[in-house]
């Protein structure tokens, strides 16, 4: 037998997925004794699962064979009518046949991403930006290019800079209580970041997985509901924080131009999302009230953030700054001195605590004093438990 020849060498997109030290560092996080502000996982607990069993079995004992079969890529029908109508429900007229059901709302980024772009098109991100976006860019053969950020946000006046110099084809956003700073963009640079994506040409993507989890003020209307960009806002949305994670659902809602070929890229995908849970979801959101579910998490998630805020003054060195989100997950602190707060990971998982630091989100220049901190998953006796030992740390 002649000698062997190897393989090949895994795709080169994917060559430096092994070696992120953060990551490494992170697995350490998972620890029981850590407590960890790390993750951004809902809280366990919280999950309504009475109300998924239920749900579970009356699909299976009603429509076992419907539910366990092949279905369409653009998803189940009850599943899109109830979307739309809560869509609806809260000021963004929708029809069913508007929404695409998908395995997470990572997918439906992944679909609209396969759908819009060629290897080296530009897309702008702000900046800081959600990883696992930024990685789905890349995978793309992109050109990420980012936007500033203000504490509001992407800063209007930025965004038409660079759109006018750039070919930008896309805008990614998380314009409410983003990941990872947490930020809200308030209403009129909604409007500017709608009017310069019209003018520029832009499709964009807002990604909001964390809208309904709102603790103070009032609702900011979305993107697509502006009148300058209903013709190119994707908007993705997600069960993930609302009901549970492992279900993976998520949506999108196109525009007609974009519907068709979001189906066919999701087909190519994974062929359709969870018949099962998909009938599930429907059924669950026919015989509960999500929304009084969404009350009670909302109500816990207020408590923690709001024991995480109160200790943070304690915790964090004299100088440091933080943001007070009105939803969402997460606190973007940034640390005096320009400390790094990678360097610090280390010293506090020594402590039993963590965070993630906040350079890997940038795209930009990163900041390496920054850090995001997730309150959902812990107590706030142990929110307040973990700021000592982080005060230890960092002190
Ligand atoms: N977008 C953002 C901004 C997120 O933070 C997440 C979850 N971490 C997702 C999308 C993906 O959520 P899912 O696929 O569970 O809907």
């Known amino acids: 037998m002649s000698p062997a020849v190897p393989p090949p060498a895994v795709a080169s997109r994917l060559a430096n997925v092994a070696s992120s030290p953060v990551r490494d560092l992170l697995a350490l996080t998972a620890r029981p004794e850590v407590i960890s502000f790390a993750g951004g996982l809902p809280a366990p607990e919280l999950f309504d699962v009475d109300g998924l069993r239920a749900a579970f079995d009356r699909v299976l004992t009603e429509q076992p064979r419907r539910a366990l079969q092949y279905s369409t890529s653009e998803g189940d029908a009850d599943l899109r009518e109830v979307i739309a109508g809560r869509l609806t429900a809260r000021a963004l007229p929708t029809g069913a046949d508007e929404i695409v059901v998908t395995t997470g709302s990572q997918q439906a980024l992944n679909v609209v991403t396969t759908a819009t772009l060629e290897p080296g098109d530009v897309v702008l991100v702000e900046d800081p930006c959600y990883v696992a976006a930024l990685q789905t860019f890349d995978f793309a053969e992109a050109r990420v290019v980012p936007v500033p950020t203000d504490d509001d946000g992407i800063i209007p006046e930025a965004l038409e800079e660079i759109a006018a110099r750039e070919p930008a084809r896309l805008l990614y956003l998380v314009p409410t209580f983003s990941n990872p700073t947490g930020r809200t ?13 019209a003018r520029h040409g832009l499709w964009i993507v807002e990604d909001d997985p964390y809208g309904e989890l709102r603790y103070d003020g009032e609702p900011v209307p979305w993107i697509a509901a502006s009148p300058a960009a209903s013709d190119r806002v994707i908007l993705l949305g997600s069960f993930s924080k ?7 659902l998520g949506y999108l809602r196109a ?3 974009l519907r068709q070929p979001c189906v066919i890229a999701k087909q190519a995908a994974d062929l359709h999302t969870s018949t099962v849970d998909q009938a599930v979801a429907a059924r669950y959101l026919r015989d509960n009230d999500l929304d009084a579910h969404v009350r009670t998490v909302r109500d816990a998630y207020r408590a923690r953030r709001d024991a995480l805020l109160d200790g943070l003054p304690a915790a964090l060195p004299a100088g440091s700054r933080w943001n007070r989100p009105a939803g969402g997950m997460f606190v973007w602190a940034t640390l005096p001195d320009d400390r790094d707060a990678a360097e610090l990971l280390h010293t506090a998982i020594e402590y039993e605590v963590a965070y993630v630091p906040g350079a890997p989100f940038f795209t930009g220049p990163p900041d390496p004093s920054a850090l995001r901190l997730s309150f959902t998953t812990h107590s706030p006796e142990e929110i307040e438990e973990g700021l000592r030992r982080l005060a230890k740390a960092l002190s």
């Open 185 to 197: 963009l308030p209403a009129a640079r909604r409007t500017a970041v709608a009017e310069t994506a």
């Open 242 to 248: 609302l009901m549970a994670p492992g279900l993976r």
């Open 255 to 257: 525009p007609a131009p």
